[in-house]
């Protein structure tokens, strides 16, 4: 079983900025993909933004030029950098990664979440 960490919200200022850190149980190479999602107070889940093992990234076009993900295989951990935090930033952000339990499914698991909170 994939157990996920989220560590790194809190309270920031608009214009601000925070790290967001995601480590895992185990290898981070093993898994697809990992990403980030958010979901705001009666809003649908979505995606933040995205890595895969290659290496590549997908951003939401909200996100795009201010917030960036990457990873440190050492300490299987995933990180998302927010630079210039707005008030609609303000959600749960969740921890996601992608795992292949077949060669054609795949199974997602999920963080607890963090809290983060853009307000003045």
């Known amino acids: 079983q994939v157990q996920l960490v989220e560590s790194g919200g809190g309270l920031v200022q608009p214009g601000g900025s925070l790290r967001l850190s995601c480590t895992a149980s185990?290898?981070?190479?093993?898994?697809?993909?990992m990403g980030w999602y958010r979901q705001a107070p009666g809003k649908e889940r979505e995606l933040v933004a995205r890595?895969?093992?290659?290496?590549?990234?997908k951003y939401a076009d909200s996100v795009k030029g201010r917030f960036t993900i990457s990873r440190d295989a050492a300490k299987d951990t995933v990180y998302l950098q927010m630079n210039s935090l707005k008030p609609e930033d303000t959600a749960a952000y969740y921890c996601?990664?992608?795992?292949?339990?077949?060669?054609?499914?795949?199974?997602?698991?999920w963080g607890q979440g963090t809290q983060v909170t853009v307000s003045s």
């Open positions: 996601n990664a992608e795992v292949f339990t077949t060669p054609i499914k795949l199974r997602g698991y």
């Open positions: 185990e290898s981070i190479f093993r898994f697809n993909a």
């Open positions: 890595i895969t093992s290659g290496g590549s990234t």
